[in-house]
């Protein structure tokens, strides 16, 4: 203890103020300095600490703090300077020195390393250069950000202009971005349709699911530029639609999927296009096929085939049964002669032989005139058909298709499709293909029976070469009489016969080739038989010539050459007769066919061009935006294009086959209509005519009508077509422009024929202006003269308000300052008329057109003030209204007059409506008053209502979106009387 006290307070020392000589003036200049010294070295350490805790971005920090200890250590030594000037304690002064050597040392040796990064720091030139390339860079930026916003506006309109759905995935996030019209696409409001990649994939048709992967895969490794799919999605009412999902990944630096954007495109309408192509398509080959199969048949197989054609087309075209019934003109009767069931019906063939017609006379009738049996329903069939109905119904038989099977307009038979499982509408198309299958077997029948009738005629041939050989030595009378036989049906037969020998020189021919060939016999006579072929014939047979040596038999379709050089299609049949004597010879039976190649050539040229000329027709249908509508003769609708149902808002199932005028024109129009329908039928045609039409959602539409009688192959009328252009809003316009005139001209008259009425009495003589009925004819004159320009000026401002022509200019407005400008203006009129006029204390910020915002308020404070009697009392206000997706500001003016009654509430804001018609002569006005302000009020988006008490009163209010934020503030009442 005495040693710290000697260290800090020894006594042995002298001051430091003596070696001044305790001067004042030299002690008070070292002890000021000092003290000022280490103020200022304490107040430096302390900003630099404050400056590197502000700024812990400054590099060198440790420096910093360094400075400070090392500035603080001097301070310290100027204070120990100050205390020595009394006390000697030069110990502790001199340790204060050491520390502050030490700090200064430490200091200097850090400061070595950091002087080169110090020195690397920009200097003020290099850090302008520095901002300025940033500020270049920003200004990059900005412009990039610019471009990056007009190119997404640009990708917006393009997405709304296709019409396509947008999406993009954020892979990390697994968070899905779908557009409005992504949703909508698929029937989903915005806030039903989740947020994520999962809500989507759950939507995707099964059997999609794995294609969809697999091309995802394919993209995310970089295999595919693009991802596309095409696939069905679910939508809200569990329909599918077909879509085409087209995106592309959007990759980091490091090469990792961040982002996938993409568009979604309806594409069912052109599947559904592709649906119905590779229908025809497939109908086509398959007729074909049945078609190649029979032109080679052997009647022997013609059975079996032909229930194998049954088979295919029934199951083609989903029937449950298909059968062929033949007619007995004779008996009256019809037998089912072929039949095909599904493996779950019961076949009918054994029930339906030798049924008589008349169990079916309405469709045995239209059978024979060579007219198609379709009956959609039986269920729905017309009167006449009562018969038929009801054996079909014992049958089972819901919907059937019939087709006649015709023979020179004879009706031989008829092939049938039915169905017992449902009702059902067959296409014009599958119609036209049936009817197609329907030729291919009347033509099979027809081969039939001359095949047939040809193996007879071989068979007879052979059975008498038999019985000759059998008999030739027994009976050669008799031989001479078979060979008698034998050459008046060779000679006879309207084939051409030839017998060659094994060389297949002609030996002998029959007169028919020799009548129709045109060569002479000796010209036929030990030529070869090769010769009078085509070249691209004679190789071919050549081959087959060897075939026929080993087989004996062989059938071939050749084209020989007439003399005339006239080609003839001809189905050869050779056989190799081995036991005739004295040698065995080929027996040729050719059978000309040409008449059947070119009808067979002339149908596959008609069948493609109806085929193009159906294709062309239906491409049109399908895209004039007209309606066309093609009905039967029973009235019922067996035609209607997409614009007609879109326009209507049916499908085509709710449309086909039922009751044009029944089911889509209003009642009181459809007797009217069904007689035009008869006069277009019975050649009393009114073609160009127009209706109402009701759709589906119970809207009438005004259709002008463009009819087409139509005919069958008889010439017999079958129905009609129509097309129909909508002209409802033509209609209406032209209604409404009659009514307008009409009411304007009947407005203008009434004052007119006042000003007409004054100044002809006056220009008569009859009456002297300056008497007083003088005078008063005068103000009649400029008070309707007054009148007049008012209602021209009030019909010209409404037309340029509901036109567009006059422009809204809104501006932020006060409802107290715009009610202060309305009492100005109608005060004086209250004052007059005696009533008194309370506007509310409230205002309301809103924006709107100050202007006619004014012109509505004080047009319906004129009505109040009008048609209110002395004393009584008109009320303004103002109400703010405030709700979850907007705020609107009310105003209402009520007054205590004699009110409006409850049926014309409805029609007090039309042009010229009055609720008293001698008002317009006792109180004046125009009677579009409120019209205009109706029309300001729906321009600003708001509403326009009255509520009204006969002989209480009336409240007309309305309504004006605010469009800014509002306060409410009160101010003193202001009445005035």
């Not at 040596?549 to 059938?555: A, P, W």
């Not at 203006?825 to 009533?835: C, D, K, P, R, V």
């Not at 105003?891 to 007059?897: A, H, I, S, Y």
């Not at 609720?915 to 302000?933: F, Y």
Request: with cysteine; proline share 4%.
């Amino acid at each position: 203890m005495d040693m710290l006290q000697r260290f800090l307070f020894p006594n042995q020392l002298i001051p430091h103020g003596h070696c001044y000589l305790w001067q004042p003036g030299l002690v008070g200049l070292h002890l000021v300095s000092d003290v000022l010294i280490a103020i200022a070295y304490y107040s430096i350490p302390i900003m630099l600490v404050y400056f590197v805790r502000k700024r812990e971005d400054v590099p060198f920090r440790g420096i910093f703090l360094l400075f400070g200890l090392f500035i603080t250590t001097c301070g310290t030594t100027h204070l120990m300077a100050v205390w020595t000037l009394w006390q000697p304690v030069y110990w502790l002064s001199g340790l204060v020195k050491a520390s502050t050597a030490l700090a200064s040392l430490y200091t200097a040796i850090a400061l070595f390393p950091t002087l080169p990064a110090a020195l690397a720091l920009p200097n003020p030139e290099q850090l302008q250069q520095i901002n300025q390339q940033l500020a270049t860079e920003i200004e990059e930026r900005k412009q990039a950000e610019a471009s990056l916003r007009e190119s997404e506006e640009r990708w917006q309109l393009a997405s709304q202009g296709t019409n396509d759905g947008i999406w993009d995935w954020n892979v990390k996030t697994d968070k899905v971005f779908y557009s409005a019209r992504f949703k909508q696409m698929l029937n989903y409001h915005d806030d039903e349709f989740g947020d994520d990649f999962n809500t989507w994939f759950q939507q995707v048709h099964p059997d999609d699911i794995e294609p969809i992967q697999t091309a995802l895969q394919e993209h995310f490794e970089q295999n595919t530029p693009y991802y596309s799919t095409e696939h069905r999605v679910r939508c809200k009412d569990g329909d599918y639609k077909w879509v085409l999902d087209r995106g592309k990944a959007l990759r980091d630096e490091t090469g990792q999927i961040v982002r996938m954007t993409g568009s979604y495109t309806d594409i069912t309408a052109r599947k559904m296009a592709e649906s119905a192509l590779q229908y025809q398509l497939a109908f086509d080959r398959l007729l074909s096929e049945i078609s190649t199969r029979f032109i080679d048949l052997d009647p022997d197989d013609s059975g079996a085939e032909i229930n194998r054609a049954l088979q295919e087309i029934g199951e083609f075209i989903h029937v449950d049964t298909s059968y062929i019934f033949t007619s007995d003109p004779v008996n009256q009767t019809l037998t089912m002669c072929y039949e095909w069931v599904q493996f779950d019906q019961t076949p009918q063939i054994k029930n339906a032989q030798n049924l008589p017609q008349s169990l079916f006379p309405w469709a045995y009738k239209l059978l024979s005139q060579g007219n198609v049996l379709h009956v959609p329903s039986v269920a729905r069939l017309p009167v006449e058909a009562a018969a038929d109905q009801v054996n079909w119904s014992m049958f089972n038989v819901r919907s059937l298709i019939s087709v006649p099977l015709m023979d020179q307009d004879l009706l031989w038979g008829f092939i049938g499709f039915a169905s017992f499982s449902q009702e059902r509408i067959w296409s014009a198309s599958s119609i036209q293909f049936l009817k197609l299958f329907g030729e291919i077997i009347t033509r099979t029948f027809q081969r039939q029976r001359s095949e047939l009738a040809l193996r007879r005629s071989e068979a007879e041939l052979q059975n008498l070469n038999q019985d000759l050989e059998a008999r030739v030595e027994e009976r050669t009378a008799a031989l001479k009489i078979s060979e008698q036989r034998f050459r008046s049906l060779f000679e006879s037969a309207p084939d051409f016969i030839y017998m060659l020998n094994l060389a297949g020189i002609i030996q002998q021919v029959n007169s028919t080739v020799i009548a129709r060939s045109g060569y002479s016999q000796s010209e036929l006579m030990g030529t070869p038989f090769l010769d009078f072929l085509k070249s691209e014939n004679q190789d071919e047979c050549k081959q087959e010539f060897l075939k026929l040596l080993t087989t004996g038999y062989h059938r071939h379709e050749m084209e020989f050459i007439c003399k005339d050089g006239q080609t003839l299609q001809m189905d050869s049949s050779c056989t190799v007769v081995k036991e005739a004597l004295p040698e065995p010879y080929i027996l040729v039976l050719q059978r000309d066919i040409t008449q059947r190649k070119q009808t067979e050539q002339e149908r596959d040229q008609l069948f493609a061009t109806v085929k193009e000329s159906e294709r062309r027709w239906q491409s049109f249908l399908n895209n004039v935006q007209l309606m066309v509508v093609g009905l039967d003769r029973l009235g019922q609708v067996d035609y209607i294009n997409p614009h007609a149902l879109k326009l209507m808002g049916y499908d085509a199932a709710d449309v086909m086959g039922k009751s044009w005028f029944i089911s889509f024109l209003p009642t009181e129009q459809q007797r009217q209509n069904q007689q035009r329908f008869q006069d277009i039928l019975q050649h009393q045609a009114h073609p160009h005519y127009q209706h109402r039409l009701i759709t589906q959602v119970g809207e009438e539409r005004v259709i002008a009508w463009n009819s087409t009688l139509l005919r069958d192959l008889h010439g017999q009328p079958s129905g009609t077509l129509s097309i129909g252009e909508d002209i409802t809003e033509r209609d209406a316009v032209a209604r409404l422009k009659d009514e307008f005139i009409s009411v304007v001209s009947h407005e203008l008259r009434t004052p007119l024929t006042a000003v007409h009425g004054a100044l002809d009495l006056l220009h008569s003589g009859l009456v002297r202006p300056e008497s007083q009925r003088g005078q008063h004819a005068i103000a009649i004159a400029m008070e309707q003269s007054e009148r007049l320009v008012q209602l021209v000026n009030d019909i010209l401002e409404l037309e340029r308000l509901e036109s567009g022509k006059i422009t809204l200019q809104p501006t932020q407005l006060s409802t107290y300052q715009l009610l202060q400008q309305v009492q100005g203006t109608m005060s004086l009129l209250a004052e007059q008329a005696g009533i008194t006029l309370v506007i509310a204390p409230i205002d309301v910020k809103l924006r709107a057109d100050g202007d006619r915002l004014i012109q509505v308020l004080t047009n319906l404070i004129s009505n109040a003030i009008k048609f209110s009697d002395s004393p009584a009392t008109v009320w303004v206000a103002v109400e703010e209204q405030q709700s979850v997706t907007d705020r609107r500001v009310k105003f209402t003016v009520k007054d205590e007059g004699r009110g409006i009654p409850a049926d014309k509430l409805e029609r007090i804001f039309e042009r010229f409506h009055q609720v008293d018609a001698s008002d317009s002569r006792r109180k004046g006005g125009t009677g579009l008053g409120l019209a205009i302000c109706r029309t300001i009020v729906e321009q600003h988006g708001g509403k326009i209502w009255v509520e009204s008490t006969v002989n209480v009163g009336s409240c007309f209010m309305f309504n004006l979106p605010a469009n800014a934020e509002s306060s409410m503030s009160s101010y003193p009442l202001s009445s005035m009387a």
